[in-house]
Structures are given as structure tokens and as C-alpha cells.
């Protein structure tokens, strides 16, 4: 059962700060070997890109791999979450960290062995694949020990945060260990931090969700995340979150490269992923009495709006205060979403639901590359920015449409089909 005694309540109405998170009891138990563990998720692609260059000599290799390593990660996390939720998380962690590390070391053995093309694509499925979600898993944590309480907006903020430090801090390490010591150093790096921050997260059983009986799971074995219309929405308005990563990480780079300043690269996607620390820091400390999907709504068009000025900068200040003002729109989109997924998904299938947002954002990420690297080599430098506009747009549109579908259940409510009444009905 979920442990009440954690729940955390502040006097006065007053916001609970990250403090009175982090001082929940137990939490740290699986906040530092989940940070271990998820640092290499991070770290996967640009290992990939800079390892498969190294040894193909092309680019467009290299990427391809990469994207295949990300799209099969999107297609089989919903599927991980989804034993977690049956199963527990330390069942589906164990073997699932054992066969990531080993694809990995298998991609790189391939890879410097100079083998054929089609053979680092095979082996990119599986390491994509078996890509351990510790993040939802964390979320799902959360969850267990915050049930009811006012922090579990602030836990969202904070995981939030924490995923941008993340891909952040990621990509700039593997660079550094493929360019500083070994263009293979960065993906077995990331093999070895996936095994041992895996294994310590596993370790941490008190703390995972508890597992339904086998009697409740064949009552509710219908019941999956996906079945939710609420997580469909979110999950369309994730890919476009997704569509904004990708599209900025492939325009900023033709950009600085076309205006012979290919070092600012870092430095403007730096200034995009500080705007979305920041904001979630920020969003995470307020005391919303905004309705979540309300504030979806709202923050998602502001985003939309943002993101649709970027093709149009022609100036490398303007294109670095749109880009922070695009990364201040983001964290509470993510924040607001992953918080609506507490409110209208069963207890038993948000690791599920959170793994499926996790995976579109991944999806859109690897689509958004692709597309933008298309555009940038066929239309005009700065045209991938296309890319983020088109996908957030459409997101909002179809996120407008089906809004109802992200009102959470009122509590009590009768549902019209007999099942919680609980004073006796007349039949004619």
C-alpha cells in the first residue's frame, strides 16, 4: 500500500518549497542512483552521432543510427512502463539494464571493427530498445510517496528540472570524453553508467510502487494507459514538445555554421535549456489555482507562439531571446502534463502513462532531426526552424479540440453504470 505516513502537508495553504520535498523521507534513496541512472539516457545520441562519424566518416550515418536508436526506444517504453506497472520496477530493470549495456558494448565493438552499415542498425534497436526509463519510474516514485499532497506539483517541477539539467550536463560530458580521450569513450561510458545507476536504482525496493495481486490484475488487465483519451491528448502535445528539441538542435547548429561561428552552437542551445531550468524552478514554487489543463492550454499557445517566431530571426540576439523565451515555455508544459497524468490516470498504469509521454518526446525529438535536416539541406539555412513552428501548432490545434478529454474525474462522482452506489436502487 502507499506510504500516507510521507504525505506532506504545509500550514497556512502556503506552497511547499523544494526543501520540504527533498526532506521527504526516503526520497533520496532513489533520486541519486535514478540521477546516475538517467544521466546516460542523455548521453546516448550525440555517443552515437560522434562514435559513428569517427568511423564512417559520414554524417548522415551517424544520424541515421543515432535516429534508429531513438525511435525504437519511443515504440518499446510504453511497453516497459507497462511491465513496471504489472510486474514492479526492479523486475523489469534488472534484465533490462544488463541487455542495454551489452547492446551498447556491441554497437561499439561493431563500430570500431568497421563493420557494414546494416549491422550498426541492428544493433541500434536493441540498445535503443532496452533504454532503462528511470525517469518515469522516479515520477512514479513520486507518486507512491506524495499521494494527495500539495508537493506533488512541486515533485513534477522538480523532476522537470532535473531532466534539462540532465540533457544539459549529457551531451556536453559525452562530447567531452569522445573529443578528449576516445570517440568510443562517451558510449561506454554511458553502457557502464546505465549498469551500475540501474542495479543501485533497482536496489531501492522500498520505494517502488507497490504490485497489484495477480486476483486485481486479471479484474483490471483491460485497463492501460493508452485507453485513458486524456494521455492520447498529452501524448500529441508531447510530440510537439519533442518536435522543439529536435528542431532546435539541428537549426541551431546550420545556423551557427552558415554564419561561420559554429562555436555559438553550444552556447544558444545553453541559453534555450537555462529558460526551461529556470521556468520550471519558478513554475514548481508557485501555488497554482489555475485548473491544470487550463494552464496547459494557455502555456502550450504561449509556446506555439514562440517557437513560430524562430525561422524569422536573422540575428544572433534575436535568435537567442526567442530561444530562451521558447525554453521558458517549455518546463511548464511538461510540468503541467506529467502532473495531469496524476489526475486522471488509475494509480496503477501512470509508470505506463509516463513512459508514453517520455516516448513521444523522444519520437518527436528523433522525427523533428530527420525533417530539419532535410529542410536545412533543400530550403534555406535557419529552415529546419520550420520544424518546431509546425509541430507545436498542430499539437495546440488538436490539444484545443479534445481539451475535455484532460478534465481529471471529479472525486465521488457516480459513475452511470451501477458501480459505487451505495444505497440500494429500485428497478422497475
Known amino acids: 500500500m502507499p ?12 506552497r511547499p518549497g523544494y526543501g520540504q520535498l527533498l526532506r521527504t523521507r526516503g526520497a533520496w534513496t532513489f533520486l541519486l542512483p535514478g540521477f546516475a541512472a538517467r544521466q546516460p539516457f542523455a548521453m546516448l545520441t550525440i555517443s552515437i552521432v560522434l562514435l559513428v562519424q569517427h568511423t564512417t566518416g559520414s554524417y548522415g550515418t551517424a544520424g541515421a543510427v543515432s535516429a534508429t536508436t531513438g525511435v525504437s526506444m519511443a515504440l518499446f517504453a510504453p511497453y516497459s512502463g507497462k511491465l ?7 523486475a523489469v530493470l534488472l534484465p533490462g539494464v544488463l541487455v542495454h549495456s551489452v547492446s551498447g558494448l556491441t554497437l561499439t565493438a561493431l563500430a570500431l571493427s568497421g563493420a557494414p552499415t546494416w549491422a550498426l542498425f541492428a544493433a541500434a534497436v536493441p540498445t535503443g530498445a532496452s533504454t532503462p526509463q528511470v525517469g518515469p519510474m522516479v515520477r512514479a516514485r513520486w507518486g507512491v510517496k506524495l499521494h494527495g499532497s500539495p508537493l506533488m506539483q512541486t515533485a513534477a517541477a522538480f523532476e522537470s528540472v532535473t531532466d534539462e539539467f540532465t540533457f544539459v550536463l549529457g551531451p556536453l560530458f559525452a562530447t567531452a570524453l569522445c573529443t578528449g580521450i576516445d570517440p568510443a569513450a562517451g558510449l561506454l561510458t554511458e553502457a557502464a553508467l546505465t549498469l551500475v545507476g540501474g542495479l543501485l536504482f533497482a536496489a531501492q525496493k522500498g520505494t517502488q510502487p507497490p504490485v497489484a495481486g495477480l486476483e486485481e490484475h486479471a479484474r483490471v488487465r483491460h485497463t492501460s494507459a493508452l485507453r485513458v483519451p486524456g494521455v492520447r491528448v498529452l501524448i500529441v502535445t508531447f510530440l510537439g ?6 528542431g532546435m538542435q539541428v537549426s541551431l547548429a546550420a545556423y551557427t555554421e552558415s554564419i561561420g561561428e559554429p562555436g555559438l552552437n553550444g552556447v544558444l542551445y545553453g541559453i534555450f535549456a537555462a529558460g526551461n531550468m529556470l521556468s520550471g524552478l519558478v513554475c514548481g514554487a508557485i501555488a497554482w489555482k489555475v485548473a491544470p489543463q487550463r494552464r496547459l492550454l494557455v502555456g502550450y499557445t504561449a509556446l506555439a507562439v514562440m517557437a513560430s517566431g524562430l525561422w524569422a530571426a536573422q540575428s544572433v540576439v534575436l535568435l537567442a531571446g526567442l530561444g530562451l523565451l521558447v525554453g521558458v515555455c517549455i518546463a511548464p508544459s511538461l510540468i503541467t502534463g506529467y502532473t495531469l497524468v496524476e489526475k486522471i490516470v488509475p494509480a496503477g498504469s501512470r509508470t505506463e502513462a509516463f513512459t508514453w509521454l517520455t516516448g513521444a518526446v523522444a519520437l518527436g525529438q528523433a522525427a523533428a532531426v530527420s525533417v530539419a535536416g532535410q529542410l536545412e539541406d533543400r530550403l534555406w539555412d535557419g529552415a529546419g526552424f520550420l520544424v518546431p513552428m509546425g509541430g507545436t501548432v498542430l499539437a495546440l490545434v488538436v490539444m484545443f479540440l479534445l481539451r475535455s478529454r484532460l478534465v481529471p474525474p471529479s472525486v465521488g462522482r457516480t459513475v452511470a453504470r451501477g458501480v459505487g452506489h451505495r444505497e440500494p436502487v429500485t428497478v422497475d
Do not use: E
Open 84 to 90: 513496471a506497472d504489472r510486474f514492479g520496477q526492479r
Open 3 to 14: 506510504q500516507k505516513d510521507t504525505v506532506t502537508h504545509t500550514p497556512g495553504g502556503k
Open 241 to 246: 514538445i519533442g518536435s522543439v528539441f529536435g
